[in-house]
């Protein structure tokens, strides 16, 4: 074995070269994967330091920022690691460029949802722990990431929406005030006292500790309808007491008016049977 790196032959001078590869190369390789195996790993303390910071801050942010700089960071490392070796980075550059044009086309819908996440986290329409009603569907948002915004409604359903949909329609967001106003409509039989069923109505409110009285509660008869008169009623209520409230009156003003004297019409109907002769 000495002979043949002794000689002058061939064998001897590919062994050379692949010697003077080996020393030349090994000590760069070495590093960039040293470099790569700490840089994920400061990659991934950092992310997780801002995920419990922002977290605690605005936890609408936190999932979409972490994300995204992780894979920023990420991508800068592979360029760093690539330089070290000796790949040029300026070629390294454009193909990332131009495998990033090529799934950019390919996932426009994608980018759209990404630039609404974007547009949600700017504005800020909502944030996690709202309640919602958007697509058809009402829940409270739980997570908010870069594509989707996840939303359970309450009838424990997980629905995930795209954050273009969410950016580029109508949306309600329910708990962006304190307190909300309950709509109820109450119908009374034509030949009942309107004044008596309002004061009843009025009792009731009043009673109910869930009742605010600024904005002062209205009731007043809303329209005269083909079998009753509807007298609305309009008082304001904690957001979150809306519809406990909403039930309760309900079956609260039943009750008042069955023990009052007071007819809830329904809808009847006269059949006419003629016999042909």
Request: charged residues 20%; proline residues 4%; aromatic residues 8%.
């Amino acid at each position: 074995m000495e002979n043949l790196f002794q000689s002058d032959g061939p064998a001897a001078e590919l062994a050379q070269q692949a010697i003077g590869m080996v020393m030349n190369y090994a000590p760069k390789v070495l590093l960039a994967v040293a470099t790569l195996l700490i840089g994920l790993w400061l990659i991934k303390r950092l992310v997780h330091a801002m995920d419990v910071r922002l977290g605690a801050r605005d936890p609408s942010l936190n999932k979409f920022v972490c994300v995204l700089v992780s894979a920023i960071l990420k991508i800068m490392l592979l360029i760093s690691v690539a330089s070290m070796v000796g790949i040029a980075t300026t070629s390294f550059i454009a193909v990332i460029g131009a495998a990033g044009l090529a799934v950019g086309l390919a996932l426009q819908g994608s980018l759209s949802n990404f630039a609404g996440g974007v547009l949600i986290l700017v504005f800020k329409p909502f944030k996690v722990g709202d309640t919602v009603e958007a697509q058809g569907f009402l829940g409270v948002v739980v997570e908010i990431q870069i594509l989707y915004t996840v939303i359970n409604t309450f009838d424990n359903r997980r629905v995930v929406i795209p954050n273009g949909d969410l950016a580029n329609s109508s949306m309600v967001n329910v708990s962006i005030y304190d307190k909300r106003r309950c709509d109820m409509t109450f119908g009374i039989h034509y030949d009942d006292d309107i004044d008596k069923a309002k004061a009843i109505i009025q009792r009731l409110i009043e009673e109910d500790e869930r009742s605010l009285t600024d904005p002062a509660p209205r009731i007043a008869v809303g329209s005269l309808g083909d079998s009753s008169v509807n007298i609305m009623a309009r008082p304001w209520t904690a957001t979150d007491d809306l519809w406990p409230y909403y039930w309760d009156m309900q079956e609260k003003v039943k009750k008042a008016f069955d023990a009052e004297g007071i007819t809830i019409p329904f809808p009847q109907r006269d059949v006419h049977m003629y016999q042909e002769k």
